[in-house]
Nanobody
Framework: QVQLVESGGGLVQPGGSLRLSCAAS????????MGWYRQAPGKQREMVST???????SYANSVQGRFAISRDNAKRTVFLQMNSLKPEDTAVYYC?????????WGKGTTVTVSS
């Protein structure tokens, strides 16, 4: 099994930046993809950014050019650098790992963008 722990959320003003981290432990070999998702109050969870095991990144249109996903294999961590944050980016951000047919989710970290 894979365990995920997110960190880095908080309160930031519009235009500010945050860097989220997702530390993976457990059975982390042969992971197919890792990614970030978010769920705003009253809305469905949506994909923010994903990265395949080969390093191919994808982004939601709403964050393209502002967010960047990266990973540190040695530290078993995936990051989400979020720049030029907007109030509509406010949400709980979740990390997900895909391994075969199994999706594993973290418990989430809250990002609030407000003045």
């Amino acid at each position: 099994q894979v365990q995920l722990v997110e960190s880095g959320g908080g309160l930031v003003q519009p235009g500010g930046s945050l860097r989220l981290s997702c530390a993976a432990s457990g059975s982390i070999s042969n992971i197919d993809a890792m990614g970030w998702y978010r769920q705003a109050p009253g809305k469905q969870r949506e994909m923010v950014s994903t990265m395949t095991s080969g390093g191919i990144a994808s982004y939601a249109n709403s964050v393209q050019g502002r967010f960047a996903i990266s990973r540190d294999n040695a530290k078993r961590t995936v990051f989400l650098q979020m720049n030029s944050l907007k109030p509509e980016d406010t949400a709980v951000y979740y990390c997900k790992v895909v391994k075969g047919r199994v999706d594993t989710w973290g418990k989430g970290t809250t990002v609030t963008v407000s003045s």
